[in-house]
């Protein structure tokens, strides 16, 4: 018989059909109720087994992690929060789970715990659930720019360029490590490795993605990035995923009013269409927060707070205004912040970050016009000479989501700027070219994925939120 | 005013409307007719400048790949071939282009020459065909995979796994490559390494995948892989992206219908949402075959193709079949073949593929149930000792553009092969865990995402059909 899904089963009317459903075992109680999950829903399909009809060696295999085919009716079910159940009339083993050694026993797991089996832990309700959010998400983010006429660029991973300057980099070779080949000043040489030249992990796809908006107009990245920095943070890994759109004829305004918009589309998305996983973490991020105290709990509540984001304009101020604000804050006057606010042109630290969103203004803040000395080469420069057009969307809980800006499209400032920071000119050829060659005012942000996902599940350690994290020291799996 | 996508321009009705479109200057005839395209569309809008209208030093400044934003009305063409045409009122030019300078003169260019401006290529009709393409494949296999329940998984692309053995790797590091730590026997000690152990880029998702097939039902990967192989040829890359589904409870017989389902899906998709660069990639495979000799030219145009690929069962057989017709193969008999059929084991070769595919059965073939000793550890075992149930798809010109098999989900079985192949059975500890912990069988596939884009665009070389080849020795960009 053709398995069905127990998503779909769940939705069917009970009217004793007969039906096959296939899944892993959650827990089985009094030798007769077995919770079946298959991984389409949170939710669990009840299977009953009748007295007698399973033969007491099969019984003693329904263990919790084992898996199973069930065939039987489909009856509604008399039990309290469940329409159907499921009354067992041909039962299978396909695989069984050694009650004493299976890892993940019907009870509560600290996620540190389930980092460690990460090759399991999809098989509970918070990582299945977080894992179903995240692929809503990327769906949503293809269909968002699919639907506005927006390009999916693949920009390369492996990369001979170290323009950017976003981070420390990873090296990609294929020399013996060993015993690399030599020159003649004794150093590694790299003409010898695989590219003919010393090649890293992409740290951005922006500066190859702006060769393509460049030529179709509206294109979108969305792929791994990497950054070799020794950062044991709960924000950060070594691998992560970004989405970077870019678009000509963008200038920093409709930079902002697009940020604003994707965000919003995507937090709507995730309510409309995970409402069930979005329940499950809304409930496990209030059990959280129970266990922190009172003065440090969120005023709203997963749901809320996704619900508070996806109806309200984001607060739109400039880098300079924001100074001013923290400068005259209480945290400020009364030397509460690590890092005090004294001068124009200091960057900003994320308690001054989460200060103006979830203090001062109460919602996601997008700042813009920032000092250029702050900000990255690329940058298009305000008339004022001090300021770039540069703007970063900041969340509550998160900090920056997003980061971007108008791009400088005039050759002479952005060559200016690029020997200022004696950046190395000749290997950016090809991106001064675009400048050259019927340039046009164009902007774009980067969105990192992992951050979103902690923002719209709940969840706090990003190494959550990712199917097998890397950070120093982990590329287990 | 706000601009229009020349895309939707060309198709709004005409009524002397005031819009502005922008975009890049293809031709300037006569002094009067801008051939504009902004990348939404393969079609270019015509503007119209009025005599006297446009100061001359702004005229002299419309060059083939100079930036413009033009705003007029919106009135109907008397020119052959396009419904609407633009008549200027204002003129600006965005970003000029210096006419003997810009590399792209209006005329064609050779594949080979474009490689090189692999930055500025994306302008032409060709790259900016086949990259929408590119974009609509993509879009398409999200969408094809969210309509039935499975879930999009983020498999890591760094690995300290290399037990698929799918092909040579690159190694990613952060040691000093001059000097780097060293251990007891003076080898590198790759301990002191960013994760503390050796790390390389993936060769595939497939294994991470099917930790998460066996928890959430179904899933799919689509991500870069990597292969550290020197091969220039024009199916190869060192970078390329594939897609790989894993389903828990599949057969070989479900895999081998989700694949032909999939594929089909995906080539519909193009000849419902492409049509225009579809045409347009049509007439140019057809030029490309007037230049070959009569006898290798094909029987199908690639529009033809297509839609005999949509609309036809693919040819399912088993490799021992296979081997019986090779072997009484004209070609075999006539020693054509540059490898002879003889025996029962050996591996197909390209030309033995493709003479089942495009002389035999004139159709895309599924061949299974492959000599286990040519194939990979993680596929099933036939009852007969000698076969595995894998499986590959047959595509007309390309080859070979699915692999995959139902996968071994007894652990007994699944240990012994990786003992006798050699194998890191302890490295292989989470791979295994999944066969002791409620196994379940399934099944999944690869698809390479650029030999599909060949067999979509009629593209000859995967350097084409990629934003930014890598390939030996080019790492450019």
New interface residues.
């Given amino acids: 018989m053709k398995?069905i899904?127990i998503?779909e089963l769940l939705l069917t009317k009970p009217e004793g059909q007969t039906v096959t459903a296939?899944?892993?075992?959650r827990t089985f109680r009094n030798n007769q109720f077995i919770s079946l999950n298959?991984?389409?829903t949170i939710n669990n399909l009840q299977a009953v087994v009748e007295l007698n009809s399973v033969a007491d060696e099969t019984l003693k295999r329904i263990t919790t992690?084992?898996?199973l085919s069930v065939t039987g009716e489909l009856i509604p079910s008399p039990a309290k929060g469940q329409a159907v159940e499921l009354k067992v009339k041909e039962l299978e083993i396909?695989?069984?789970?050694?009650a004493e050694?299976?890892?993940l026993q019907p009870k509560k797991h600290s996620l540190e715990f389930l980092r460690e089996?990460a090759?399991?832990r999809?098989?509970t309700n918070t990582?299945?659930a977080v894992?179903?959010v995240?692929?809503a998400m990327?769906?949503a983010v293809?269909k968002f720019f699919?639907d506005r006429?927006f390009?999916?660029?693949?920009?390369?991973?492996?990369?001979?360029?170290d323009a950017e300057g976003a981070g420390?980099m990873?090296?990609?070779?294929?020399?013996d490590?060993?015993n690399?080949p030599r020159d003649e000043q004794?150093?590694?040489n790299?003409k010898e490795d695989?590219?003919?030249?010393e090649?890293n992990?992409t740290v951005s796809g922006q500066l190859?993605g702006e060769?393509?908006a460049?030529?179709?107009?509206?294109i979108y990245t969305f792929?791994?990035t990497?950054r070799?920095e020794?950062s044991n943070t709960t924000r950060h890994l070594?691998?992560f995923?970004m989405i970077e759109p870019e678009m000509?004829?963008y200038d920093i305004g409709d930079n902002m009013q697009l940020a604003q918009e994707f965000l919003q589309y995507l937090v709507r998305y995730a309510l409309e269409n995970c409402s069930e996983d979005l329940e499950f973490l809304n409930k496990r991020a209030q059990e959280e927060e129970q266990s922190k105290p009172q003065d440090q709990r969120s005023e709203l509540s997963l749901i809320d707070r996704l619900k508070f984001v996806a109806d309200n304009d984001f607060q739109r101020l400039s880098y300079t205004e924001a100074i001013d604000i923290l400068k005259n804050s209480n945290p400020n006057k009364k030397k509460k912040f690590q890092y005090l606010v004294e001068e124009w042109g200091v960057d900003l630290q994320s308690e001054h970050e989460r200060y103006l969103v979830e203090k001062h203004f109460k919602k996601p803040v997008i700042l813009y016009n920032y000092p250029k000395d702050i900000k990255a080469f690329y940058m298009r420069q305000n008339d004022d000479d001090k300021t770039v057009a540069a703007m970063d969307v900041l969340f509550p809980g998160i900090g920056e989501i997003i980061g971007g800006s108008q791009r400088e499209?005039r050759y002479e400032r952005l060559v200016k700027r690029v020997n200022e920071l004696s950046l190395p000119e000749k290997e950016l050829w090809?991106?001064l070219?675009?400048?050259?060659?019927?340039?046009?005012?164009h902007s774009g942000f980067g969105l990192g994925f992992e951050r979103l996902i902690l923002f719209v599940t709940g969840m706090t350690n990003i190494r959550d939120v990712?199917?097998?994290p890397?950070f120093?020291?982990?590329?287990?799996?």
Avoid: Q
């Fill in positions: 398995r899904k998503k296939k899944g892993w075992v298959d991984g389409s992690g084992a898996c396909l695989g069984d789970s050694d050694k299976f890892p089996i090759h399991l999809s098989r990582f299945s894992m179903r995240r692929h990327a769906f293809h699919n006429g390009f999916y660029i693949h920009t390369p991973i492996i990369t001979g360029s420390a990873f090296r990609v070779t294929t020399l490590p060993n690399p004794g150093k590694v790299f695989f590219f003919g030249r090649t992990l190859e060769t393509y460049l030529a179709l107009g509206d792929g791994p990497f070799a020794n070594a691998e995923w000509a004829f499209e090809w991106y070219d675009l400048r050259k060659f019927g340039s046009a005012p990712i199917a097998y890397r120093p020291g982990n590329a287990e799996f």
